[in-house]
């Protein structure tokens, strides 16, 4: 390859990195304070519903994720981290869900015929009425899962320029001496 | 009841006056709370609340030292004040006393329910029940599933008896089902209280009764509030409200129908208490909430309540002064342990 093709795209490269840098920063900081507002927010809700109502005693051990991390791979061998809701199962298979029910009510009735396990909110777990500052920790919480999957997706593919750039470079030094 | 409450009201109650005037008058000043403030590490917290009337409180504690130790701790120091009033009382003192632990059982019940619908141990929630509100049948009540069960099973024996009239039912105990016992549990409650110190009349009626009515307010307020958005329907939403207040019964009606806080605010500007509350909300997440509005008011109320004598209000009024120190000393806890001190002096002081 020519040397000034060769430095044109070390140069958009660069470039490229530089503002995948500058976007991963900028990200960091939302997500920093994102989660310091929602702890915060946790702290209000605490103070209006009571200190023990808001705490270790009101989730269980064991959770359903709300939110499952998907990765894809992009064309140029990149990957990409998605945010998916885990589907809910379908009617046919009786026997998970059945014991799913099971499992919440604790009782061998007949399963209801309306819907099957949602994915319960985890506001219901500090009960149905809830003020309004633990609903703002949730939605600060939830806007940080979203920049942590950006900024995972963003470092990859700053590791990626970075290395690409490494090559680019050893490129260009084996062609120096040679035009030189 | 009894007319002319200073005749005969030091023969059974003065001691337990005079001892809790002295109480009060151990409550954090300004002072203290600026001292508080201005720590830097929950060390800092515990040491300057050695200098007060909480002393040593904190000194068994291993480290770290946590906010939930500190409250915990805080709790246990209020229920032993509370034990002692409440052992050495006479009738209908004694009453009084019982109905104000009532909404702690109610309370520790429903954190027991709750806990159960988790799959948390009966242990590990006893630990961290309000020590005011425990009686015997507690590590019953989760094998309780519906209410009709809870009743009969468990809390048949116990003061809170009298208030599940209507909250029977076969419905199985789920978030919301517990959520409605609960807010139908504290609404008995809190118009049986009222109608107790009705009957007692004299002084204790003239400060306790505009407290309850204020409360049984206040929680339709919050009911409403906090209804927005969920499942909860209008018609369901209007069995919660207590009947024992000012709102009681054309305001009520109208919150019952309201949607959002505008029109919350529309049917509290009906009634003079109440605009100059609503008024102080501040809008966004900038100003007060309505959960600090009210709890300055409550405050106010309480601190009233000590310009007259002879009467059982001062007992209660105390409990509810101490609580909101510990939530204010909890608040700053959290703002130092968090490190985020902007509204760090969103406290209410109290002297």
Redesign the interface.
Known sequence: MAAPDLRAEVDSLLLQLLQDLEELEAKRAALNSRVEEGWFSLSKARYAMGAKSVGPLQYASRMEPQVCVYISEAQDGLQKFWLVRPSAQTPEEVGPREAALRRRKGLTGTPEPESFPALQDPLNWFGILVPHSLRQAQASFREGLQLAADMASLQIRIDWGRSQLRGLQEKLKQLEPESA | MLEGAEFYFNVDHGYLEGLVRGCKAGLLTQQDYINLVQCETLEDVKIHLQTTDYGNFLANQTNPLT??KI?TEMRKKLCREFEYFRNHSLEPLSTFFTYMTCSYMI?NVI?LM??SL???SVK??LV?C?PLGRFTEMEAVNIA?TPSDLFNAVLVETPLAPFFQDCMSEN?L???N??LL??KLYKSYLEAFYKFCKNHGDVTAEIMCPILEFEADRRAF??T???FG???SKEDRETLYPTCGKLYPEGLCLLAQAEDFDQMRRVADHYGVYKPLFDAVGGG?GGK?L?DVFYEREVQMNVLAFNRQFHYGVFYAYTKLKEQEM?NI??IA??IS?R?RT?INSYIPIL
């Open positions: 906010v939930s409250d309370d954190l709750n806990g988790q799959k948390k590990e929630i961290k309000h599933e199985i789920d978030e919301l517990i959520e609960h807010n919050i009911i509030l906090n209804s969920t499942e909860l997440s909430t959960e939530r909890v608040w959290e703002c968090q985020h509204k």
